[in-house]
């Protein structure tokens, strides 16, 4: 989906003057809201914004003093993942 947004010539050009490309910073400030509101994921933010991978969505997230998301059921999942993983590596040694 495309969408529009029209600003006064005035207020654009102010806007432009604080740095980077106002086309981005809108967007970026529209996947933060979404995200910190619950109606947006990681990983939804990871494909509005164009990233590869989650550690760029949580670099992003941390240089807007964003806090992840990351409730009891995430830590469960990771604690299933890890114990999964050592259950599968072979014994070093």
Do not use: C, W
Request: avoid cysteine; charge should be negative.
């Amino acid at each position: 989906m495309e969408i529009t947004i029209h600003i006064p010539d005035d207020l654009a050009r102010s806007l432009g003057q604080a740095g980077g490309d106002l086309t981005r910073r809108t967007l970026e400030a529209l996947a933060i809201d979404g995200y910190r509101s619950g109606k947006l994921t990681e990983e939804q933010v990871r494909r509005i914004l164009g990233y590869g991978t989650r550690m760029q969505v949580h670099r992003f997230l941390k240089e807007h003093d964003v806090y992840l998301n990351y409730g009891l059921e995430d830590l469960e999942q990771d604690m299933q993942t890890l114990g999964h993983l050592h259950e599968t590596e072979p014994a070093r040694g």
